[in-house]
């Protein structure tokens, strides 16, 4: 399928930038080693994460978040065109220090995990095409396919809750560029320094509560509604090691069709 390229058309170009954060540990894979550098097919996750964008955005800027000290991760974003910054303690962190090198003509960010790392473009050009229509907030969301059940303190079921008004979240989540500064300074991820340039704070903890970036919008700008767009099964977070297993098997898949495709051209 032939996509447009939003990030060139004239409401978008310049003014997205894509933060890709990658600057976890990765301690539930337990490769000891960080996630984005993990083989998937034999290349590493953060790779084939920035091919996934770079498909959708071919003309964003892209800044990557890496771990402190590392050298491979970055060399990976750099030969993809993209930025490296130093991550922090914490993805929210990670967030605050690659808004602190996004420049000021960004209209535009994107937050989007290395650990999604097969989000299908038409996910990407969703959640663009929501921000150029004017919403400020977007979250790209799937229905819970399981039975949800809370847990007491005991770790008794405390019963079923209504999946129906449940949703799962994945990213890219995107945002009008000051909304997503503003709400960070209001958590305290984000200051301006004595030369007025926004700095990461380096905190102990993230404010509670925040798992994501829309949650900042929904406790510091409860006024800007948070729009909702299909997500896709194959942005899934690779997480623990059978989500390996399943990302191998959607590349497969993926090779599989893209022979049959050019078989039948
Ligand atoms: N300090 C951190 C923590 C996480 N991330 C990024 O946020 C995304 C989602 O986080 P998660 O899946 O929790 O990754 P890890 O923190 O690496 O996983 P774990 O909790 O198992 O260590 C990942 O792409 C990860 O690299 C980040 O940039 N900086
Ligand atoms: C941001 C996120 O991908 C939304 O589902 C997710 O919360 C990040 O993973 P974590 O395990 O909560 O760090």
Redesign the pocket.
Known sequence: MALTDLSASPSVKDGLAII??????????GYGM???LVPLAGRPILGI?LESVARALPSARIIV???AGDTELSAIAVAHGAHAVT?????A???ACALAAVDCAATYVLVH????CLVPARVITAVVAALAAGERAVVPVLPVNDTVRGVDAQGHSAGTVDRSGLRAVQ?PQGFDADLLVDVNRQAGLLELDDQGALTPVNRVADPEGITDDASLIERFARHVPVTLVAGHDESF????PFDLVTARAVLEERAHRAVADHVAD
């Not at 991550?87 to 993805?91: D, E, K, N």
């Not at 977070?237 to 623990?240: A, N, S």
């Open positions: 890709v954060v990658a600057a976890g540990s990765g301690t539930r894979l960080p996630k984005a994460a978040t890496v771990p991550g922090g303690a914490t993805r962190q990670s967030v995990d290395a650990a999604r990213t977070k690779i997480t623990r």
